[in-house]
């Protein structure tokens, strides 16, 4: 029997003030968020197709009684930061006798965590929400739901509900080509999630969703969220030619961007194919400069090489970098903080994210720390965003560490301070401007992309006479050297300059938050583990 049924998504909002909000940045290309709920939109695709779906973004916008009250099941779930949101949305729910479903990252690293909501999904939903129907429509209301690990076959994963979406609400659009990467890094969490063989879309099925986005009326970024797009190198190679034929066929309405590992720089003919299919932005986990933490921490396929160089060649090949940064590995030498920033300054990477390490729940390390009795709480069994935050800047270290921990909590902030001062940041996007060979399609002209660039270009200078003239001389000077030497990059390097709005006010938010936790460890009382809580202080509009 078909059974008619009221979902309700909710996406949940992420409470702690982060690195990757851009919140400032969003603000000044109209827009609310990053990046929209994908997982939560491929849930929607999976369901019977005469179920009624809705989705409410909490990061945009409001849950109102009213939207409760039309749905039958409300489905929530997202990723570690999202935890409390989520576990509030669980409660909402509960207190009104009203079914919830959670699944997604953090219901899967952590399901101990959401032992309140009536039914759990843990892994992958392809193949396995037919299950969830399934006992739904025979009048099950509780349950927990386990697929197989890594087994979820992505090729049969519908296209994504993107008309669900408020356009109006993200800076990019986001579509997944692979799930999954073939590295061992040993903090990292993703192998643990979707494992080492990364499973790839056919061609047919990643140009009809970005068919669905473009018949939507979408132009501008589309995200790759793929973890490591080049983890399947001979699966890439076969697609990106078709993309950029797609390009070429609709006149190039979109860019691209993705994260990569870092042995993408090895391969010439992988960059030539990202150039022509108009990839302009890629992240990658440099982690840090020291070849000994890199190996202590498995990430070996970054050591010994020269980074910087690695880094400028992907810039001739038209994309700009951000990279990842983490402090406080084992084996990490205590000019740390000298190295770090300097390879920084090399490489010219104005983003850079910079963290603390912290032992994430299911991961190698965590396992490693707790074998070395290391770990302050276990994250696999504590609350682990109640226990630190789950926030990965002020918050991490939730471990022994083998160097002291003021060192390194010092060495952090010495970073974060240095490479966010403006006239360090500034100087990076100048040279970046200098070293960028962007790609220029025949692309064609979009009055409405037009629009929001001279809307954009309206708003920064509003922002920068009214909130943060401080930035006034760095954002001129830089343009100026920009038109100067390389005008093709100006674009990329405006971008840059944007994304300074948030990072730097954010970077010395952290900067503060860190003196406070060294503060309390300098203090004579102060205990010698244990110094982790969370900074539940909000950045009060931090720019
Ligand atoms: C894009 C992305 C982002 C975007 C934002 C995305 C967004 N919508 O808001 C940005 C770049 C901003 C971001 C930031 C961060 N991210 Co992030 N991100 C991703 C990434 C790369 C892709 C997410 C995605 O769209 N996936 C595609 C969809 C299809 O997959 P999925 O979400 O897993 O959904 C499937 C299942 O999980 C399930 N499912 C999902 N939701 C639900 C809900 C229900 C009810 C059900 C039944 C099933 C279900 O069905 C889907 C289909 O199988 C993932 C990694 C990954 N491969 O997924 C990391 C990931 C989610 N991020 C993660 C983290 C930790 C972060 C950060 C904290 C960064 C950091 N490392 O410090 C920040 C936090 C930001 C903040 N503001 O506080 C972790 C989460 C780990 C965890 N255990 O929860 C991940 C897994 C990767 C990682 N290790 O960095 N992220
Ligand atoms: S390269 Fe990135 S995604 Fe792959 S295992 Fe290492 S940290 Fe994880």
Known sequence: MHQACNVLLVYPRFDNPSFWDLTAACEVIGRRRTNPPLGLITVAALLP?????????????????????????????????????TLRIVSLCNARGKPVAVGGPDVTSSPHA??????????????????????????????TFEAEKFKADVTASPTPRFDLLNPGFYADASVQFSRGC????????????????PRTK????????????????????????????????????????????????????????????????????????MREANFTYVFIGIETPDDDALVSALKKQNARR??????????????????????????????????????????????????????LP?????????????????????????????????AGLNFETLRPRQEILNDYRTVLQRVYEPSAYFGRARRLARVLVPFKPKSTLRAKAVINDLLTLGRLAWRLATRQR????????????????????????????????????????????????????????????????????KVANVA
């Not at 989705?55 to 916008?61: H, M, P, S, T």
């Not at 073939?182 to 063989?197: Q, V």
């Not at 090949?317 to 205590?334: H, L, P, Q, Y």
């Open 202 to 273: 056919t061609t047919e099925q990643m140009l009809g969703e970005l068919d669905a986005l473009h018949a939507l009326g979408h132009s501008g970024n589309v995200m790759f969220v793929d973890d490591n797009l080049i983890g399947n190198k001979k699966a890439v190679k076969q697609f990106l030619p078709h993309l950029r034929e797609w390009q070429e066929r609709h006149g190039y309405p979109f860019t691209f961007s993705t994260q990569a590992s870092i042995n993408l720089a090895d391969d010439d003919a992988l960059l030539t194919l």
């Open 49 to 85: 197709p005469h179920w009624a779906v809705r989705l409410i973004d909490r990061n945009a916008e409001e849950l109102t009684d009213s939207d409760l009250d039309w749905a039958d099941l409300v489905m929530t779930g997202g990723m570690l930061p999202q935890q409390p949101d």
């Open 470 to 537: 401080e930035l006034i001389i760095p954002f001129v000077s830089t343009l100026a050297a920009c038109l100067l030497h390389n005008p093709t990059a100006i674009k990329p390097v405006i971008v840059q300059m944007i994304i300074y709005l948030h990072a730097g006010p954010f970077a010395r938010y952290v900067v503060g938050q860190i003196d406070q936790q060294l503060a309390v460890r300098d203090a004579p009382d102060s205990r010698e583990v244990g110094v982790t809580a969370p900074a539940q202080a």
């Open 114 to 143: 959401y032992a309140n909501a009536d039914i759990r999904v843990i892994g992958e939903a392809e193949g396995m929400i037919d299950d969830v129907v399934r006992a739904w429509n025979a009048g099950t209301r509780h349950g």
């Open 362 to 394: 299911q991961t190698q390390l965590t396992r490693r720390l707790r074998r070395e009795g290391r770990l302050h709480a276990d994250p696999d069994t504590s609350l682990f965003v109640a226990s630190v935050g789950g926030d990965q800047c002020t």
């Open 182 to 197: 073939p590295f061992t890094c040993e903090f990292c969490d993703i192998i643990e999630l979707y494992g080492r063989a």
């Open 306 to 359: 020269n980074l910087a160089d690695c880094i400028h060649k992907i810039y001739r090949s038209g994309m700009t970098v951000a990279a990842g940064f983490i402090v406080g590995f084992d084996g990490e030498k205590s000019s740390l903080a000298e190295e770090m920033t300097a390879l920084i300054e090399a490489a010219d990477i104005p983003l850079c994210m910079v963290g603390l390490l912290t032992a």
